[in-house]
């Protein structure tokens, strides 16, 4: 029943600008910490930033503090991953995922659901 359905990937320039969007349904999204995560091609699946289910609390990896934005839309079920001054070494397939029991995890084996994945990439 649960259901992540990811949008807005596709190819950027470096210095460049997307928004990925997930819509969930089948769940109390709002009780829900949503997640992103990436994985390219080779290396693991990278924690990439969560926002908690009320969105008062945010946190991202170093690697994209200052450049990604996560937010959500309660009344839309929606979360985002505004993603500004792309880098070559961004370029991956992004996951959202959710995690409740009021966890904050940075650990995907602790997401209870799954998206897709969308893929990402950024030219030089």
């Known amino acids: 029943q649960v259901q992540l359905v990811e949008a807005g990937g596709g190819l950027a320039q470096a210095g460049g600008s997307l928004r990925l969007s997930c819509v969930a349904s089948?769940?109390?999204?709002?009780?829900?910490?949503m997640g992103w995560f990436r994985q390219a091609p080779g290396k693991e699946r990278e924690f990439v930033g969560y926002i908690s289910g009320s969105g008062a609390s945010t946190y991202y990896a170093d690697s994209v503090k200052g450049r990604f934005t996560i937010s959500r839309d309660n009344a839309k079920n929606t979360v985002y991953l505004q993603m500004n001054s792309l880098k070559p070494e961004d370029t991956a397939v992004y996951h959202c995922?959710?995690?409740?029991?009021?966890?904050?995890?940075?650990?995907?084996?602790?997401?209870?659901?799954w998206g897709q994945g969308t893929q990402v990439t950024v030219s030089s």
């Open positions: 995922a959710a995690v409740g029991r009021n966890r904050r995890s940075t650990v995907p084996e602790e997401y209870d659901y």
């Open positions: 089948g769940l109390p999204f709002s009780i829900y910490t």
